[in-house]
């Protein structure tokens, strides 16, 4: 890959890391926490959210500090004074390689100070040879191999209030050092490659990846190399909790992997990845509970089962099948199984006596926390489960039928009582939710409530057809609100109160268009692979301005604007030209 191919990011949205590492640099170093330099990253343990800073690094000349400007893309991170720079790469996914010629570099204990229980301790390994720092925070240890250059120290072995830092500097020529993140010990470390070595070696393994992700990419998809970069830098080796090599929803605070999100990652993957798709799949699965349950989230030392997510996993599946329609028999065989006990689960354990629907116990039983659609009762029967479970059931049939179990016949039993209660959730102009506890029907403003569409092909023509015209009451020149901007519930930065996300904008762009709203679903593609192109790969939008909120660098957005650019390109090439737009189809099409 040419150095002017490279992905270039701003190091304030995006954190500069590699495929399987569980480090990064950025500024960002806890919960909506920024600090002003550029800091060592850990996702490894942590008390906060998972990611820790660990070292803070400031370029230096003439014992000062330096403001240097700083540079990023999908090799390197640079920090640049004139013709003085400190330049980082990733040497595989455990190793951190610095080198800078012109400027020095501190290396600084991001702790205030050392207790009994907080902080970190520093001190020179003569094992090892290297300088350690060991974190209380992470359990771990950060060594620092001096490879060319001298260093200096401060503060080594210092208990309680104290600074602690290394300096690495070259009076002529170039230093170089590199840093490793262990549990106990390591032999002294060596290299046997070059720091212009291992920028070469990072390039091919970008542009490698790239390849096999978004082969498909041209001058109308500007953003699929960012957001291949995105889920490239944000994903992690199998550690902890954490059983298959996964991508996290981010190296920022949000570093997990949520029992739905990882669904859209998955497709994404499936592009170019097929082993790894199914990988990204599959990893809730590994915790499933006796009862069918998933996961609320995983991260490296963290298992939350205090919530669920959505069963969009039967949709998932199929999108993945649609990739790799070629499957080995044992993996279908534990699909196969660890779909029936997820949906058994709805069955068995989260419906009513009594009752036909399934129920959500919480709004981040959704994955939309604080949707309207919750705003007068928590507990509730909601018309996207259901419409979920009605997908998932229809998968289930399937592969019943391919596996010969023969029991496509109980779960087409399940899935005609669970369409049947989905109707009875229709007033005869929405989907609205009920609380069987209270007898209450919530309010139909929230696009959560529109999420039947996934199931459009199911639905009575007259109810679709009321549904996408409900649909264009949310749309902005961006793409679906998920609160219609007029309102009075609309919020700009209200998380599920107006916002717009990448799942719910993909799930109703693909229910469209299995519905036969196809110009509608182009114009909600159009939008929204606009929408990213403009500003990144948030966590969520403003619906009106476009601007990105929360987490900037948020891998489910990133997997989105790369499953709907790769279906954008190929509808292109099949339709060799066709003149209109869809835009200008958006609303003759309902």
């Known amino acids: ?108 204990d991001a702790a205030a100070s050392l207790t009994p229980f907080t902080g970190t301790f520093f001190y020179y390994d003569p094992a090892s040879k290297g300088w350690c720092f060991t974190s209380y925070e992470t359990g771990l240890r950060y060594r620092i191999t001096v490879l060319k250059g001298a260093l200096s120290a401060v503060g080594a072995e210092a208990l309680g209030q104290a600074k602690r830092w290394v300096e690495v500097s070259a009076s002529n020529g170039t230093w170089e050092i590199a ?18 070595e291992s920028i070469a070696t990072a390039d091919a393994t970008f542009a490698g990846y790239l390849d096999r992700i978004a082969s498909w990419r041209n001058q109308e998809t500007p953003a699929a190399a960012l957001a291949a970069y995105v889920l490239f830098s944000a994903t992690v080796s199998p550690l902890g909790f954490l059983h298959r090599e996964s991508v996290l929803m981010s190296k920022h605070w949000m570093d997990k992997v949520w029992s739905w999100d990882h669904c859209f990652n998955a497709v994404a993957l499936s592009s170019g990845f097929a082993e790894e798709a199914w990988d990204q799949f599959l990893a809730p699965f590994d915790h499933q509970t006796p009862e069918g349950a998933l996961p609320d989230s995983i991260s490296h030392s963290e298992l939350l089962y205090n919530y ?4 969009i996993h039967g949709w998932a599946y ?21 779909l029936s006990r997820w949906t058994g689960f709805w069955v068995n354990h989260r419906t009513s006596p009594g009752r036909g629907l399934p129920y959500y116990q919480h709004g981040n039983d959704s994955g939309w926390d604080n949707s309207t659609t919750f705003d007068k009762d928590r507990l509730i029967e909601s018309p996207d489960l259901a419409a979920f479970l009605v997908y998932q059931l229809d998968v289930l049939i399937d592969i019943a039928q391919e596996l010969n179990t023969g029991e496509e016949g109980v779960w087409r039993g399940h899935r005609d009582r669970i369409f049947q209660g989905l109707m009875g959730l229709w007033d005869g102009d929405a989907f609205r939710a009920y609380a069987p506890l209270t007898g209450r029907w919530s309010t139909s403003t929230s696009l959560l409530n529109l999420l039947p569409l996934l199931i459009s092909d199911r639905l009575p023509a007259e109810i679709g057809q009321t549904m996408a015209v409900r649909l264009t009451e949310h749309l902005t020149n961006w793409g679906p609100a998920t609160e219609p901007p007029n309102s009075p519930l609309y919020e700009p930065d209200g998380y599920w109160r107006g916002p717009i996300w990448a799942p719910s904008t993909y799930l109703i762009e693909d229910g469209l268009r299995r519905g036969g709203y196809v110009d509608l679903a182009n114009g909600i593609s159009t939008r ?63």
Request: aromatic fraction near 6%; charge should be negative; charged fraction near 25%.
């Open 308 to 311: 669920v997510k959505p069963p």
């Open 1 to 108: 890959m040419p150095k002017n191919s490279r992905v270039a990011f701003d190091i304030d949205h995006i954190p500069f890391s590699t495929r399987g590492s569980w480090l990064n640099l950025s500024r960002v170093i806890g919960l909506h926490k920024s600090a002003p330099d550029i800091h060592l990253v850990t996702h490894q343990n942590g008390h906060q959210n998972g990611l820790t800073g660990v070292l803070g690094l400031t370029p230096r000349r003439d014992g000062g500090e330096v403001d240097a400007s700083i540079e990023a893309n999908s090799s390197m991170l640079s920090w640049v004074d004139g013709d003085a720079r400190v330049d980082a790469v990733f040497d595989g996914p455990e190793i951190l390689r610095l080198s800078g010629q012109g400027l020095a570099m501190r290396l600084e």
């Open 318 to 338: 199929s999108k993945l099948r649609e990739s790799l329609p070629v499957m080995d028999g044992a993996l279908l065989t534990e699909i196969y199984g660890a």
């Open 528 to 590: 929204f692979r606009t929408l990213c192109e403009t500003s990144g790969f948030a966590e969520n939008f403003d619906a009106l301005t476009g601007e990105g909120l929360r987490d900037r660098a948020y891998t489910w957005t990133a997997s989105t604007y790369l499953a709907l650019a790769a279906d954008a390109v190929r509808r292109s090439a099949e339709a060799q030209g066709s003149a209109a737009s869809p835009d200008e189809l958006l609303i003759d099409a309902i």
């Open 179 to 196: 840093i490793d993140e262990f549990r106990t010990a390591r032999e002294p470390l060596v290299l046997h490659t070059s720091f212009e």
